[in-house]
C-alpha cells in the first residue's frame, strides 16, 4: 500500500457521543453523505472503500470543493455508487469509536482538532483533505487540498473501482478518458 501512496504522492505533486455530525447543507447535496459509523456498519454486510471529506465549518476552499466537486452529477455517482462517503469535522468536539479506537477532541487554544482527522491525515491538518480507506479501513491515501471535479473523478475511479489493485496511477492516467 505504500507503493500506492508514493504513487499518488508523485501525482499530487504534478497536479499541484459516538454519532459523527453533518453539515446540514452537506447532507442535501447529490453525494449520500453518511457517518463513519453508518459506513463500517454497512461495510459489515457489502464491502466498499470508504471515503472521508475531512473539513471544517471556517474552511472556505472546504465549501467551494463542496459546491463545485462533490455537486458534480458524475464525481457524486462515483461517491454513491463505488464508496460510503463519510463527511468528517476535523474539529468535531464528539468521541468517535472507528476501528475499535476512540478518538477525542483535542483543544489547543480558542481552536483545537480531533484526534481522528490527526490519524487520518498523518498528523498534517490541511483542509480540505479527503481520505480514501480500503474496504478492511486500511489507508489508502490522504489528499489534501481543494481539486476540481475533472481532476478529481479520475483518482476517485481508479480507488473506487479498484483500478489501484492491478494496475500503477501512470498506466491508469493514461488510459483514462475523461468524461469532461
Known sequence: MNKIFLLFGLAIVLAGSTSLTTDKAAEEGPVKWMTIEQAMEKSKTVKKPIFIDVYTTWCGW???????TFSDPLVAKQLNENFYPVKFDGEQKEDVVFNGNTYKYVGEGGRGYHQ????????????????FLDENY??????????????????????????FKTIAWQEFEKQY???Y
Open 116 to 131: 481522528l482527522a490527526a490519524a487520518l491525515l498523518n498528523n498534517q491538518l490541511s483542509y480540505p483533505t479527503v481520505v
Open 138 to 163: 486500511n489507508l489508502l491515501l490522504p489528499l489534501a487540498g481543494y481539486r476540481k471535479a475533472p481532476e478529481f473523478l479520475p483518482i476517485a475511479t481508479y480507488i473506487g473501482e479498484g483500478h
Open 177 to 179: 478518458k475523461s468524461p
Open 62 to 68: 472546504c465549501k467551494v470543493m463542496d459546491k463545485n
